[in-house]
Structure formats: C-alpha cells, structure tokens
T-cell receptor, first 109, second 108 residues
Framework: DGGITQSPKYLFRKEGQNVTLSCEQNLNHDAMYWYRQDPGQGLRLIYYSQIVNDFQKGDIAEGYSVSREKKESFPLTVTSAQKNPTAFYLC????????FGSGTRLTVV | KNEVEQSPQNLTAQEGEFITINCSYSVGISALHWLQQHPGGGIVSLFMLSSGKKKHGRLIATINIQEKHSSLHITASHPRDSAVYICAVTYNNNDMRFGAGTRLTVKP
C-alpha cells in the first residue's frame, strides 16, 4: 500500500546535538512538506519541496535543514541552532490531496 | 490572529449525540480540508472540498464560500470518534494553513 513512513516514532537527544528525522513516500508525489506541532497550536510549516533538488523555507525554518536528493525522501535535520526543538514533527506529501505520515515525537533533554 | 479559526476548542459528547465543529477562514482559498488526528499523532484526511457538501459514512462536511465558513458534522457519535479534528485551508500555491484543532471526546 502507498503511504508515508516516518521514523523513528519517538526520538530522544541531548541538547546541542543535531538529529535527522526520516520521511519516505512511495506515492510518487512531487511535493513534500515538514510541519511542527506544539500543544494548543496549529501545524506550522518548516520546509517544503515541490520537486527533487529544490526546497523552500516555510514559516519557521530557522534551526532546521532539509535535502531532497530523491523524489521519495525528504529528511529533516534539527540542528543545535533550533532553540526549542522538543515537538511533534509531521511529514506530508501531496498531489491533488494531502497524505500525512504518523509523525516523530522529538524530545531534547 | 490565526488565518484559520476553529470552534469549539474542546468538545465532550455522549455516545449517539450529533456533533458539529466549525471552521472559519479569512481569505479566499482553493480548498478546505478536514483532518483527523488520533492520540498516536498520525493524521488522516477526511475531506477535501471547495464547494457544497460531502458525506462519508456518519461524517458530513459543508462549506459556504461566501461566508468563508465550514462545518464538520458527526451523526450518531461513537467513542471511537474521539480524536482531534483539524480544519486546514490551501491556497493556489498549495500552501496549507491549519487551525489549532478541536479535541472531541465521546463518552459511552
């Protein structure tokens, strides 16, 4: 079945360490997105990519980086420059409609 | 101010009750989405609509483009409907904006 796979589901890191969240899709979608969710707030866009080898900053890109070397993959790196990295991260892809992954809950201690 | 406003923020209902969640937005959109987020965090798309009304099982979504308002209705609610329901809008550039969500709890 087609879908989006995010891994891992839970991730713990020490403050100051970079961490990379995985997002893979087999839907043949061109567009992929990374969102951050904090309690009581709507999802906010971190980065998006409309096509391979191209990506754009969203509303809260500071402290994050991405790559899009393959159509299927859109990994997100949370760098040590991100001041409040503890959050729930969701990946999505779209063609006509949107498909969402199951998310990664990152806790930085 | 959020571009997408949902109400209520929290909703508790008894099994069997008819439920309505409301969503309003501020500017013209290409489509409106209703999403369901379960406790594990994953999100499922329930509806995408740009006009009128859609129905899927016990769920009904309506949109009024002139009033920039949408409603999600659940008939004969069941405890398994308990989840966070999120309204989101997309613009012509495919940019998606989300409401803060409505947490629904249906008690048996």
């Amino acid at each position: 079945d087609g879908g989006i796979t995010q891994s891992p589901k839970y991730l713990f890191r020490k403050e100051g360490q970079n961490v990379t969240l995985s997002c893979e899709q087999n839907l043949n979608h061109d567009a992929m997105y990374w969102y951050r969710q904090d309690p009581g707030q709507g999802l906010r866009l971190i980065y998006y990519s409309q096509i391979v080898n191209d990506f754009q900053k969203g509303d809260i890109a500071e402290g994050y980086s991405v790559s899009r070397e393959k159509k299927e993959s859109f990994p997100l790196t949370v760098t040590s420059a991100q001041k409040n990295p503890t959050a729930f991260y969701l990946c999505a892809s779209s063609a006509v409609g949107y498909t969402f992954g199951s998310g990664t809950r990152l806790t930085v201690v | 101010k959020n571009e997408v406003e949902q109400s209520p923020q929290n909703l508790t209902a008894q099994e069997g009750e008819f439920i309505t969640i409301n969503c309003s937005y501020s500017v013209g959109i290409s489509a409106l989405h209703w999403l369901q987020q379960h406790p594990g965090g994953g999100i499922v798309s329930l509806f995408m609509l740009s006009s009128g009304k859609k129905k899927h099982g016990r769920l009904i979504a309506t949109i009024n483009i002139q009033e920039k308002h949408s409603s999600l209705h659940i008939t004969a609610s069941h405890p398994r409907d308990s989840a966070v329901y999120i309204c989101a809008v997309t613009y012509n550039n495919n940019d998606m904006r989300f409401g803060a969500g409505t947490r629904l709890t249906v008690k048996p």
